[in-house]
């Protein structure tokens, strides 16, 4: 057994002192003293206690592309961001498109990983979009389906692969990308492409597939999850498209609400990613969005690359950034000391709001749920520093900024995950 003292627990949007014992996987009991011999105890003097963190969606390359980052360093860095729960997607070597594909991954996850993984299975073969993945032997093993990393260009493909989820009781997690109106473009179609004389990928490159997705959706009675939305046109096509009843979440990534294009100083492969940072515009809509209810969740899209694929130019590096070490601080620093967002909004929007969309029994502090917990530093300041991620990859373009709120220590299933001992 192990018992944390002392921690400051969110309830009803007041922060109260209790005390948690856990039992093997569980909460057992949650109380203001809890007195008890012969268990292991952690004082957390006053820190704060969270739900573990869940992020639906993250790259953890493996199996195909350990070079850029492995499940082991992956999950250490996912747990030292306060994760307990994430799910990789499926554009791996080989794609989780079958059982036996998928099988290999599960086994590394088993293998390698401190936290709970759980993947997507692609919704095309191969995520070439030419033909279904094998949903019925995957569905009881995966969480959601996806072709993350490019969008489903094919409408009827769409349409029926909405069907089959629907059926299977999955979500549809699309990435929305109209190949045809990429461009050859490597950050947003705006006023800093012309400056920095780079092409640039239009905003409709995404909208124009969320309108034509949330219509199928409609039809099809789908759970339709939109990927990392980042234009001010897919969160109104998305507020409509909830006003009308029709079955849509929605998940944003810390960077798309904390930069815009105006941030990129140099086209440099660090300040790449996939949908670009749009404009100023754009990320408020963004942040209305979070406000507003719109935007459901907050998810990473970690992305680890090799040094050597994003120390480029910006058109000739990989699109991505990494993402799990630095998501609540981030948060916490830019719209929660700013007074933009409540720490209940955030902490909400990685944990519980995630668990409710999805359906799934975790995101909760509460007697009986599993002991995923993160306990957090608000005041501790750290400085973004790259060569101390525990995740491969260093493809960050917020190195050296000062961030507050700092996981302390993370707890998957009642295992301690992450601990930083000189906070603790
Ligand atoms: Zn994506």
Redesign the pocket.
Known sequence: MLLLKNGKLLEGGKLITKDILIDNKNIIAIEEHIEKENVEIIDLKGKFVFPGFIDV?VHWREPGFSHKETIYNASRAAARGGFTTVMP?PNLNPVPDTYDNLKIQLDLIERDSVIRALPYGSITKGELGEDYAEFDELANHVFAFSD??RGVQNANMMYQSMKIAAKLNKAIVA?CEDNSLILGGCMHCGKRSKELNQKGIPSVCESVQIARDVLLAEDTGCHYHV??VSTKESIRIIREAKKAGINVTCEVCPHHLISDENDIVEATGMWKM?PPLRSTEDRQALIAGVLDGTIDIIAT?HAPHATYEKELPMAESAFGIVGSETAFAQLYTYFVKTGIFTLEQVINMMSRKVSEIFDLPYGKLEVGSFADIVVIDLDKKETIDPNKFLSKGRNTPYAGEEVYGIPVLTLCEGNIVYQDNDSL
């Open positions: 969606h997607m993350d990393g990435h990927c990392h996939n899209d």
